[in-house]
C-alpha cells in the first residue's frame, strides 16, 4: 500500500525466520519525507490479527529521523499463527504508513500456561515500550516460585526418584543444587571433545577474535557459533538432561562465554544480567577445559548465598547500563552485593576442578573470578547461561531481550 507524503519508516526484528517464544525485540524507525526543522507528530499503534482495538499506541514526534525500541511479550498473544499490524497515523488520525508480520507463536507447556496467567493478572503489557525491567512482572507471585527455591525441595526430589524420574546420583546432584545453589558434575568430557575445544581456542585466540590479547582477561562470546567442539558443549546431552532436572523443562541456551585466562570480576548475582521470568529459571554452566590451579584466579562461589534477596536495577535505583558505562552500576548495585555478602557470612569456595569437570549454578547465587595472582597461569574455561522453555529471558542491566535457542537445534 502506497501513501502520499508518507515518511520513510523501517521495521527491524529478531529471527522472525523461527519460532516466536518469550519476548521479540522490535524496532522501528521513521525518517520524515521533508525536513523543515519542526517535529512531526504520530501515533504509532500495534494490533493483533484483526482486533479493532490496538494493544499499544503511543504518540511519537519526529523532527527528521527517530528510533524507537519495542519488547513484544508473545505469551499474551495467541499460540499458532498470530499476526501483529504496526500502523503509524498523522495528526488527522490517517494512516500514513502500516505493515503486518505474521509470527507463529509457541509458548507451551505448564510453565508458559504459568508465566501467561500470571501476565494477565498484573496487567503486564503486550508491548513494552522501550527496555525491559523486572518492574513490569510480577516477581512477588507465589504460584510462580520453582520447586528448588521451596522449603519442600527434598519432597519434590523424593517424588520424583520414586517415580523413576531420575537416578539416585541426579537425585543427590539436586539436593546439592538445592542446598549449595550448584552441583558439580565431574569428568563429563572426554577427552576426544576436550583435545577439540582446546584446539578450536588455540585458533581463536592466534586469529584474535573480537581483538583479544593474549594474558588478558577478555572474554570472547559466542564461541559456539565458529566452532563445532564449542557447539557440542553448548548443547551437550547431559547437561541438558540435568537442567531440565532442575527447570523441569527443557533448558534452552542463551550465550557463551570463552576465557583464557581468570575473569577477575567481582562478586555478583547473575539475576541482573541474564534475567528470567519467574525468578529462578535460569543457570550457569561452568566448564573447566584444564585443571585449575592455584593463584590462576579461581572462579569462586559462596556457598548457599542464592538464598539472598535478588537484586533488580530498579530496587537498587539504578539506570540502565548504556554504552557499557558502569559507574552508576558499580556505585548502586555492587555495594549492595558487598553487604549481603559480608552480613552473611557465606563460606566460600576456591573452586579449583579438574579438567572436563562442569559445574551448574542457581541464578542468584553470588559467584566471581579471584585476583590473578600469577598471570602466567590460564584458566581456560566456558560458561554457558540457559534459560527454561517457557521462560521469559532478558537482560535487566541493559534492558534488552535476551536469546534462546530454540528446542530444534539441540538434542532430543
Known sequence: MIFPDAPHVSLNHARIDRTVTGLLYVEIGIANSTDDGRPTHYILSVAVADNEEPVFTKRIDVISVASFLFAVNSHLLPNGVSQLTFSLLNEAGTVVWTHSLELTVSNLGALADSVRESLRRFNSPTVIDGLCDSTHFDYRDEQLKPWFDRDDADLHIYARRAEGKMSDAEAELLKSFCLDGYLVLADLLDEDLLRQINAELDEAVTKKLEGYEFGSSQRIHQLHEHYPGVRKLWGHPRILRILSLIFEQPARPCQSLTYIFGSQQSAHQDTIHLTP?????????????????????????????????????????????????????????????NNMLTNGKFERIVYRPKKGTVLIWHENLMHGGSVRIDKSLSRRSIVTHNFADGAIAYYDSSGHVAYMEPLENLPS
Open 277 to 337: 521470568f519467574p525468578a529462578g529459571y535460569m543457570c550457569g554452566v561452568w566448564t573447566a577445559l584444564q585443571d585449575v590451579e592455584p593463584d590462576s584466579g579461581e572462579l569462586e562461589v559462596y556457598k548457599g548465598s542464592h538464598r539472598l534477596p535478588r537484586v533488580y536495577m530498579n530496587d537498587a535505583g539504578c539506570h540502565k547500563i548504556i554504552n557499557g558505562d558502569l559507574s552508576e552500576y558499580n556505585s548502586r548495585v555492587v555495594p549492595i552485593w
